[in-house]
């Protein structure tokens, strides 16, 4: 069975994807770990951003980023060296979008993402995972929460609880402008697939929000 949950960033897929997947005993797929360890790669290796677009599968065979299971989810790796720990720098964070946007990256990963989906149960999640990598997962989920709750979300998992109002908007913004780039790109753009079930998490707890999903996911079980 597959589980396909899609949102915008702050959402809380990650997190409500790893808890559903524990629950229910079924691999967890993060696919925005995957366009985080090219870029953390291509920062690494000194790829010019400007020059991100030209990318073609020859160059990105070359930076050597793969994953491989472990503990009922999945790590990054560059060669042998596991980067998992690394991809939610600033840094990273603030060139993401930029590598996700590249046709050529979204093909190269498509077969990644697919493969690891392949020998087993998955709670994948994502922006395109119920759109493009997997338009027929049995259960499809479209995550949303008001842009302040998303910010908050997003300052709190840096270890800021209680950020003064400047920081806080200062966030919003930088969320408002993720989610336009991820929106409005040509390939696999963030949207809800037709069948995905609308959660908006802004008033929800988190033992909620899993335990609604898991309902679902019961309830559509083969
Ligand atoms: O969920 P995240 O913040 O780790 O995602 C990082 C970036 O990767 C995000 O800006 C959009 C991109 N992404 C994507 O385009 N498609 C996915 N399925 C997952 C992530």
Redesign the pocket.
Known sequence: MIIAI?GP??SG??TTARAVARRLGFHHL???????AL?YAALRAGLPVERWPELEASALDALNVHARPADGAFRLFIGEEDVTEF??SPEV?AH??Q???VPAV?EW?LSQ?REAGRTTDLV??????GT??FPEAELKIFLTASPETRARRRLAEQGVTDPDPAELAAEVERLLT?DR??TE?EV?P?RRAADAVLLDTTALDFEAQVEAVVRLAESRRR
Do not use: H, I, P
Request: charged share 35%.
């Open positions: 899609d960033a702050g897929k990650s993060e696919s925005g770990a995957f366009y985080r870029t991809l939610r964070t993401v979008s590598m996700a946007r979204r990963l993402l994948c999640d994502g922006r395109d995972m493009v990598v993720r780039l991820d790109r696999a963030l």
